[in-house]
């Protein structure tokens, strides 16, 4: 679509954390662009909904809708917006996730500010090695988040690699205000949350709130925990070593989490958990105040 190298791998957007668990989460989609196969091209923020927003390293410049037309995929309107607070803000790992599935990875992704949701880690090691993102609500906190406008089937894709260790829920945007970079805001969006709880302080009984690097957060826990240790140490290159070839082991050392008193149940999803089979999209949410600023 474009002369300049857009690639995952030219913009250092190619980690692939189920592949390599120390770069957990990965590195977020950094402003708004259309994920496309290995490509991720930028768009032009305008005073519209997302579907009119021009997809600038295209040499035509056409609307986002136009050029998932042309693409034939679905366009904004007939999408799911998921707010991501892990690895799925990674264009690297929806597209490995989706393409090692045979689907076309063609999502438009766009950090968005949200306010009432904390980052913190779930209470579980992932099959993968690494300890995983988890929202928590948190009234007065104000986040920078990625959300992912996807395809039915993508969903579908995206929910199989989240349970059951994750639930989705549906946050209302008369509770959790998501602003877009238009101005626009949400009515509301999905989001996944650990059905194992969040990592919390054992004194405080507050969320420890995720730092971003792993390698990090495993030595902090080895450090804490001498049975930790014994099973997965001595560093987190040979916990993610141990973890992936042992599942049996996962299970046991994800126990200990709480066992030491560090794992803080997670309840206040749980009235937004979404239990139906039918999925609402972008068109059945329009922007709560009817109009958008004039950013031109």
Known sequence: MTTEDRSLAALGLDDVPVERP??????????????D????????????????????????????????????????????????VGSNSSPGQIAHKLTRLGIAATVPMVPLRVRGIGVGCSGHISPAGYVAGTPYIERTADSTLVVSWLESTQLRAIDGTEFPRYRRAVLPGDVFEMTMPSGERLGGAYI???????????????????????????AGL????????????????????????????????????GEEGWVLPQTDFLPYADESAALWTYDDLPALDGSLPDLA
Request: glycine share 8%.
């Open 22 to 35: 120390l770069t957990y989460p990965g590195r977020p989609a950094p402003e708004p662009a259309l994920l």
């Open 37 to 84: 196969g290995d490509e991720l091209l930028r768009l032009d923020v305008r005073p519209l909904r997302l579907g009119g927003w021009s997809v600038a390293d295209h040499p035509d410049r056409p609307p986002l809708d136009e050029a998932l037309t042309a693409l034939g995929r679905p366009v904004t309107g007939r999408r799911h917006p998921v707010v991501s």
């Open 192 to 218: 996944y949350f650990s059905v194992r709880g969040v990592l919390a302080d054992a004194d405080t009984r507050r969320p420890v709130p995720a730092g971003g690097d792993q390698s990090e957060l495993l």
């Open 222 to 257: 080895l450090s804490r925990s001498a049975r930790l240790r014994e099973l997965l140490g001595p560093d987190p290159a040979g916990w993610t070593r141990r973890i992936r070839a042992d599942e049996a082991l996962r299970v046991r050392c994800t126990r200990i989490l």
